[in-house]
């Protein structure tokens, strides 16, 4: 098993099922962003926080797939750039994309807007006067909803969700499918297929997730 | 035809390269992309400057190489064609093409359009191929191959070892070869025995060899002139991922032969 270290096609496996671990957490936020919508999310946030080894289970799993993925991911990288020293003089791309070619810049906006969106929401180290911790709703819940409206009233702070978001919609759109073909899980008949689907599956997220900073921003849903 | 060509021109591994302009006049449609440059080279030596360098053997689409850049695609712009077998009719009059050799740090420039691919001798050494006991020759239909796998070898077994995949890759990585090699001789019975160390000990290679790793960007497919395809990538992943349980998977042979065959 040592390979999955040192072997490069060993990290991307790792790669790989990190990233697909990422993406199940990823699709489940989104799924209970969605209860915002029907006034539904200081209940949800109260039941999640209720089970605390589901909490912690998830946590601790997402920080071991997070380090499993961000490492390989920046060694493979350095490598790769070593490998092919200059380029040619007209490059014509056949068939890499945008977003498979900026993997690893759209990684690093991800793992910039991690940090702050951890100390935003999760450690309310901004703004902690609004934070959900700091505020109680009338059902003696913290008051999850307040905070996340108070957020997105600034259209500055919404736009820098959004940039995220994209930049998790890029490394997705590349990454999902890449992510099967890593694990050996491809045919000449699933490819188009699974980079279809991956695209598909990316962009429901992002519409998903992007939904709530624009609904507020645009006095959709108020306080 | 009239072209302009801008080509790779080194002295020597380690020289400074740089691009060349040179002018190519009274081309004609039916030429070779090689013929070309012979005429270009033949008027370089009647002005007594130092011809261009480029591999070629076979000129038949083969041998693998003739390996040139040409307007940032390996091979060219004709899809499943090497430089050899592609025309001047698919270039206009006036054009204007570059012309770079291969580029990755695993295939260092020996001169001009030349580069050194025996990082591709090396893998193939580390394991592609087969340990056999030579005796006498088997019956025919003793081994019985089912028609699917053996398509599958020889779609695989077309790879030509040319590099274009390297050179389109953009990590330079060699895994369109690797795979190809592995997938052709884990499709048949006489390879499985030697499968799981296989995987192992070529893809150990590729690295050694600083070779990149492959990120799925498919530039090597669209490039390659045999139409090998990622798939045989796949089948590689598959094979190294059946290949984890054995451990470091670096030991050498096992003299018995036979124990692997029958999973
Ligand atoms: C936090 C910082 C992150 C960094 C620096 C990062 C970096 C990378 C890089 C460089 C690759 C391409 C590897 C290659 O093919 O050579 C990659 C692939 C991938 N990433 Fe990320 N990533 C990050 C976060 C995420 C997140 C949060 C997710 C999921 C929600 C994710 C999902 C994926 C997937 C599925 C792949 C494809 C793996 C494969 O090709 O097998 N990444 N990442
Ligand atoms: S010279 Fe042999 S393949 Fe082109």
Redo the contacts with the bound molecule.
């Keep these: 098993m040592r390979v999955l270290v040192t072997s490069q096609v060993g990290k991307?496996?790792l790669?790989?099922v990190?990233?697909?671990?990422?993406?199940l957490?990823?699709i489940v936020h989104m799924l209970g962003n969605t209860t915002l919508f029907f006034g539904g999310l200081n209940a949800y946030a109260a039941k999640l926080h209720s089970l605390l080894l589901l909490v912690w289970t998830a946590r601790l799993l997402m920080l071991t797939a997070?380090v499993a993925?961000?490492v390989?991911?920046?060694q493979?990288?350095l490598e790769?750039r070593k490998a092919k020293p200059g380029s040619y003089a007209i490059r014509n791309s056949l068939r890499a994309t945008f977003a498979?070619k900026n993997?690893?810049w759209?990684?690093?906006i991800?793992?910039a807007f991690?940090i702050y969106h951890l100390l935003h929401f999760t450690f309310q180290f901004i703004h902690p006067e609004q934070g959900a911790s700091a505020n109680i709703d009338p059902l003696g819940r913290p008051d999850v909803s307040r905070m996340v409206l108070f957020s997105f009233q600034s259209t500055a702070h919404a736009l820098m969700y959004i940039t995220a978001l994209t930049a998790?919609l890029l490394?997705?759109t590349?990454?999902?499918q890449?992510?099967?073909?890593?694990?050996g899980l491809n045919t000449d008949r699933s490819i188009p297929v699974i980079v279809r689907s991956g695209f598909v599956v990316a962009m429901v997220l992002f519409l998903g997730y992007i939904a709530v900073p624009l609904i507020i921003l645009l006095g959709i849903l108020k306080g | 035809m009239n072209l302009t060509l801008y080509v790779w021109r080194q002295k020597g591994p380690h020289a400074p390269g740089k691009l060349a302009r040179y002018e190519a006049r009274g081309i004609s449609p039916e030429m070779s992309f090689l013929e070309m440059l012979d005429v270009v080279n033949e008027s370089l030596i009647r002005e007594g400057e130092e011809p261009i360098s480029f591999d070629h053997d076979c000129r038949e689409g083969i041998c693998g190489t003739c390996s040139q850049v040409i307007n940032g695609v390996p091979h060219g712009p004709q899809e499943r064609t090497t430089v050899c077998q592609l025309h001047m009719r698919s270039f206009r009059d006036g054009d204007t093409i570059y012309i770079e050799p291969w580029r990755a740090r695993a295939f260092p420039v020996i001169r001009d359009l030349i580069v050194d691919r025996s990082a591709f001798e090396r893998i193939i050494q580390a394991g592609g191929y087969i340990s056999v006991h030579t005796g006498g020759v088997p019956d025919g239909n003793a081994l019985l191959i089912p028609k699917e796998n053996a398509d599958t070898a020889m779609d695989a077994a077309e790879c030509i070892g040319c590099g274009a995949c390297v050179a389109a890759c953009p990590?330079g990585s060699a895994m369109l070869f690797t795979a190809a090699k592995v997938s052709h001789l884990a499709a048949l019975p006489q390879g499985r025995v030697e499968a799981k160390r296989r995987v192992c000990l070529m893809t150990e290679e590729m690295l050694r060899q600083g070779f990149g790793?492959?990120?799925?960007h498919y530039e090597c497919q669209a490039a390659c002139p045999k139409g090998i395809r990622v798939s045989f990538i796949a089948k590689l992943n598959r094979e190294f991922i059946k290949a984890l349980p054995r451990g470091t998977n670096t030991a050498p042979p096992s003299p018995s032969h036979g124990t692997e065959a029958k999973e």
């Design positions: 991307k496996v790669m790989a990190s990233g697909q671990l990422m993406t957490f990823v997070l993925h961000v390989p991911g920046i493979l990288y790769n498979s993997m690893v759209t990684g690093m991800i793992g991690l998790l490394h997705l590349h990454g999902i890449s992510s099967f073909q890593s694990l | 990590n790793s492959c990120s799925n």
